[in-house]
């Protein structure tokens, strides 16, 4: 997943302000441990900090009383294409279930790299929940041996576990979003007021910003009235056209999706759909677990449910 592009900042200036402020002083730990859920805008806050530092030299610098990114900015044009010669990102990889130790020796050979200009080399390892335990060793020896260089962000999702080794290495910063930001966040993606018009049955969840980004995204794709737009009919649509063969919308959110439709049914009959949505929930998880195909998922999805509403 390519880190946000979003040039506004929102939500974050307080913990932006206190980076700033710790890196300007040389006081920034040089391992540090952004958690969150999924789509809260760990990688944009990142993304920002990246910029500010960067492009402190350049003619076209980090606006910071906005909060904002230049668009002329050189160094947004590289961050975003991957090509700062002072920053090296890990991620993993689509289709992929870890990420491999041979991701993680590329780090090594950026680290023995001279710095361009003398400035702080940048390690953003992304998806660290993905890691695998040969990953997990590799990168426990590069940080004992990283000099203060070297900063590393090592980013995941805070619903997931990962090495507790791996923590106690490194100083955790734990982002959360003030809900009230999320429509700001929405109308400064599209310029347009989207989460307003949403279907009903997708405003009453404490959802992430990024969720409902991927959602109108989705929609948007495959031609469906997000104003509209029910639960039921979703996984009907996703179902019957095969669309979770394809998709990345719904591979990352399956689980998600399930569990409102779940939660919306429940109240019909409590003690049926309890029982269904455990047995869907093992064989989700199982089939994530060995990534497998979630066709017979939803053959039993159309056969015990959805065909019947």
Avoid: W
Wanted: glycine share 2%.
């Amino acid at each position: 997943m390519l880190i946000s592009k979003s040039t506004d900042l929102i939500g974050y200036s307080k913990l932006f302000q206190e980076f700033t402020f710790l890196i300007n002083e040389e006081l920034l730990p040089s391992k540090l441990l952004i958690s969150g859920r999924k789509g809260i805008g760990k990688k944009t806050f990142i993304f920002h900090f990246l910029n500010y530092i960067f492009s402190k030299d350049e003619n076209n610098k980090y606006e910071f009383d906005e909060k904002k990114i230049n668009f002329n900015n050189k160094s947004y044009r590289l961050i975003l294409s991957n090509t700062h010669p002072n920053l090296i990102k890990i991620q993993l990889k689509k289709d992929k279930k870890f990420i491999d130790i041979d991701q993680i020796r590329r780090i090594n050979d950026f680290v023995n790299k001279s710095s361009l200009n003398n400035k702080k080399k940048i390690i953003l390892i992304e998806d660290v929940e993905h890691l695998n335990i040969n990953a997990v060793n590799a990168i426990l020896k590069i940080l004992e041996d990283s000099n203060n260089k070297n900063i590393f962000f090592l980013v995941y999702n805070s619903e997931k576990k990962i090495s507790e080794t791996l923590k106690s290495r490194c100083i955790e910063y734990k982002l959360s979003l003030d809900p009230e930001y999320i429509p700001q966040i929405i109308y400064n993606h599209y310029g347009k007021d989207y989460l307003i018009k949403i279907s009903d049955e997708f405003k009453h969840y404490s959802f992430t910003p990024g969720f409902y980004i991927s959602l109108i995204d989705f929609c948007n794709e495959y031609k469906i009235n997000y104003e509209k737009i029910k639960i039921n009919e979703l996984l009907k649509k996703i179902s019957n056209e095969k669309i979770y063969k394809t998709s990345s919308f719904v591979k990352e959110h399956i689980k998600l999706i399930l569990q409102i439709f779940f939660i919306k049914n429940l109240n019909d009959d409590f003690f049926l759909y309890h029982h269904l949505y455990k047995n869907i929930l093992t064989k989700l998880n199982n089939i994530i677990k060995y990534n497998l195909d979630m066709e017979s998922l939803f053959i039993e999805l159309n056969n015990r449910i959805l065909n019947e509403r």
